[in-house]
């Protein structure tokens, strides 16, 4: 008897779900009409009421009272998935947190099945935690009780880029090596794999994938490394203060710079620190934008306003950051050169982890056929060029970039399950 299955993306960044039924596989309407959603939830203040997606980055926007929380699948395999966090003066477990945004894919999967869906394969990085094995298993097991909780039977898993693959296998004439290059919000996994549409219905696919590494590093970081180069210095970050010219505290702009940290900055303690040091900073007027900052808690705001720039400067030479909710008329004008010599150094670590994987499945940069761009991050100007560098002679797939995963997952549950 065939079965229903589903493939979860729960990406950093953006999420999707995708449902194989019976040899159709497709992805679903998870907000409004579109098939993907930003990993993003709002527990409004009255009630703890909790919004998903756009919806909750509206909520977060429009200045309602409550907690707007993005980046949630960083926290899997680390101390922090365990302690919990404050949401609105109630303690709150991460892994509750998570499951209610999952919960909320599943439902409308469900819905549109007409079934409670039994079958998963849930994407995964290839490390969740870079350079901690231990931490890296603890991820996945936290993910798999997640699933069970959200009430699968079944549940397996697979790495995002090979998901990519598998997307981007169904239309293909013939047998191509790949490199698959999945550059996510939090990490940046790659894949080389034989593909072709005679190996899709394989069940096995272990003997066509010969290597996989991952670092990380992903759009999150570009966001950190621009906001740092070009906007917190507007914020004072760099200045500083006393008769011994100390430079301020920059844990602060760190933090500020970082989806998953910018709730920890709005203490009593670190805004007293902040209001003693501005009594004696040399650029009073910089630096009391930080202490506004964390007085209103526009921290995301700030973060939301970098994120727009890095997106403009896809295809904008340069673009005037406006940053209203500062001060009125307030903009700085950011470059395309500063955002390069920004993320340079995280884009080296990028293309080595991609020659890594070369160098695993024991093939030459010429040997490969086709590159594989699946993540919202490849859409930066610095990384098309830098794998178009690196594979000259390949051919270069980008469409689709946001729901490959979803769609491959499915593909891969549709092997796994659809005969159980």
């Known amino acids: 008897m065939t079965s229903i299955s589903c ?34 939830m709002f527990f409004l203040r009255k009630g703890n009421v909790p919004f998903y997606g756009r919806a909750a980055v509206n909520m977060f926007l429009e200045r309602n009272p409550g907690r707007f929380m993005r980046s949630l699948k960083r926290v899997l395999g680390t101390p922090v998935m365990r302690q919990g966090t404050m949401v609105n003066g109630e303690l709150m477990r991460f892994n509750e947190i998570i499951i209610s945004f999952l919960q909320n894919l599943k439902d409308k999967a469900d819905a549109e099945a007409g079934q409670e869906i039994e079958n998963v394969v849930m994407g995964r990085p290839v490390h969740f935690v870079d350079n901690d094995s231990a931490a890296d298993v603890r991820a996945e097991a936290e993910l798999k009780e997640i699933a069970k909780q959200l009430g699968f039977k079944n549940i397996d898993f697979q790495f995002e880029p090979i998901a990519a693959a598998f997307a981007h296998e169904v239309n293909m004439l013939g047998e191509k090596l790949a490199i698959v290059v999945d550059l996510g ?24 994938i010969l290597a996989n590494t991952g670092i990380r590093v992903g759009g999150n970081d570009f966001d950190k490394d621009l906001s740092l180069a070009a906007i917190m210095p507007e914020l004072g970050y760099r200045t500083t203060y006393g008769a011994k010219n100390l430079e ?10 970082e989806w998953s940290k910018v ?12 209001k003693q040091i501005l009594f004696e900073a040399h650029d009073k007027t910089r630096y009391k934008r930080l202490l506004q900052v964390l ?12 994120e727009e720039t890095k997106i403009a400067l896809t295809s904008q030479s340069e673009y005037d950051a406006p940053f209203d909710f500062l001060e009125d008329g307030l903009t700085t004008k950011v470059t395309r050169e500063q955002f390069d010599e920004a993320i340079f150094q995280k ?13 695993d499945a024991g093939v030459q940069k010429e040997d490969i056929d086709l590159v594989i761009l699946t993540g919202g991050s490849t859409e930066v100007p610095l990384i098309q060029s830098e794998f178009k560098k690196l594979f000259p002679n390949a051919a270069l797939a980008d469409e689709n970039k946001l729901s490959s995963v979803g769609l491959g997952l499915a593909y891969d549950s549709q092997n796994k399950f659809g005969r159980i």
């Open 7 to 40: 493939g979860i993306d729960f990406g950093t960044s953006n999420s999707s779900i995708a449902i194989a039924n019976q040899g159709n596989v497709h992805l679903v309407q998870v907000e409004g009409s579109s098939t993907t959603t930003p990993s993003a």
């Open 295 to 306: 007085e209103q808690e526009t921290g995301h705001t700030l973060l939301a306003a970098t």
């Open 248 to 257: 301020v505290p920059l844990y602060h702009y760190f933090d500020l710079s």
């Open 347 to 359: 884009i080296e670590k990028i293309s080595n982890s991609a020659m890594q994987c070369l160098a």
């Open 185 to 208: 919000g939090g990490t940046s996994d790659f894949t080389v794999i034989r593909l072709s549409n005679k190996y899709i219905h394989k069940a096995d696919r272990a003997s066509d």
């Open 263 to 274: 709730n920890f900055l709005y203490t009593t303690k670190i805004i007293s620190q902040t």
